[in-house]
């Protein structure tokens, strides 16, 4: 955290490592109040409903592509934000990959209009077939391609169907797209559908953006299991929009204090007579740091003195131990 030091003015800077070791410490909720009061400061001062994730998003995405101007910003994301409404407001700023539903209405562009045609111009062509009916038709033509990386794991052989089409819902806006089919050659699994609002990308490079998300699936599963996000409670959005980067920010501070821990031989993993683990798991590091946490509480040494009840040794770490996996 010495790193973050000239960022704060004093005070604000030792707010912040209180915060921040409690909301390490807190095994439940991260609530403000949570986090003081694992550190021992319940008495301490510090100085409403949330707006829907798909607007968050469009903020952040806009936020993003201003202070980037001159770079490629591709967003790869689940399909909770597969949002005509979304994709609309960003796509010529960011490129934008997800899922897409297989029974997405797809329709050709919109035909030009002809000299001396009257009414109102048309809003999208001729219908497609959904995503559902191209991966049951024979006809469909699919290409074998290999997938570097596929969800964490080693290259996997998959094959792809491709095409461009217009997403249309009526009242809405019309989104051209690159739609792409996957399916395991052999496979049982339903095929799977990915929209990408740039049509020029190559298939491949789409499926390769997405896979790529799978370390971000566990970074977001870790932090909502053992760091709390998703569980602090607050009423502005200005609360929200700052709480939650931070709480993701502590995955980090995780990270570079185990790694001090495992250079001095404090950082193992846990293991047991049924589950034997070749290297630290996130709750093994977060556990190690609890630990030294703890112990730079005072836990370290026992002091004399008629306030003072001695562990044994063996008894302590035990209790430390199933603290630090309280979460």
């Known amino acids: 955290m010495v790193a973050f030091r000239p960022l704060f003015d004093k005070r604000v800077f030792e707010r912040a490592l209180v915060l921040t070791a409690g909301a390490l410490l807190a095994v439940r909720t991260r609530t403000i109040t ?5 550190t ?9 409903g949330p707006a829907k994730p798909t607007d968050r998003a469009r903020q952040a995405l806009l936020q993003l592509a201003r202070w980037l101007p001159e770079r490629r910003v591709v967003v790869v994301a689940d399909s909770g934000f597969a949002a005509i409404d979304l994709l609309a407001a960003v796509r010529d700023r960011v490129t934008v990959v997800t899922r897409l539903r297989l029974d997405a209405a797809l329709y050709d562009p919109a035909p030009p209009r002809r000299p001396g045609q009257v009414g109102r111009p048309r809003k999208r062509g001729a219908r497609q077939p959904t995503l559902t009916v191209r991966a049951a038709h024979p006809a469909t033509a699919w290409m074998r391609v290999a997938v570097s ?3 964490g794991q080693t290259e996997r052989v998959v094959e792809i169907a491709t095409g461009t089409a217009l997403w249309y819902h009526a009242g809405k806006l019309g ?3 690159r739609w792409v089919l996957v399916r395991i050659p052999g496979s049982t699994e339903a095929p799977k559908g990915f929209l990408c609002t740039d049509v020029d990308v190559h298939p491949l490079t789409v499926v390769g953006w997405y896979v790529r998300r799978w370390s971000v699936e566990v970074t977001l599963a ?3 299991r053992h760091l ?7 009423w502005s959005d200005l609360a929200i929009t700052r709480t939650t980067p931070c709480l993701l920010g502590l995955f980090s501070v995780v990270a570079l204090a185990a790694d001090a821990l495992d250079r001095d031989g404090s950082l193992e993993a846990r293991q047991s007579a ?7 798991s996130f709750s093994d590091t977060l556990a190690a740091v609890r630990v030294s946490l703890w112990q730079a509480q005072g836990l370290s040494m026992s002091r004399a003195g008629p306030g003072t009840v001695k562990i044994p040794e063996a008894v302590l770490w035990q209790l430390m131990s199933t603290l630090a996996y309280a979460a």
Request: cysteine-free; charged content about 30%; overall charge positive.
């Open 228 to 234: 709390g996000v998703e569980t602090q409670r607050q």
């Open 40 to 48: 021992g400061r319940d008495d301490a001062r510090l100085g409403r």
């Open 175 to 177: 989104i051209p797209l």
């Open 222 to 224: 870790e932090v909502r």
């Open 149 to 151: 990386r596929w969800y």
């Open 34 to 38: 949570a986090a003081l009061r694992v």
């Open 274 to 280: 049924w589950y034997v683990k070749s290297s630290p």
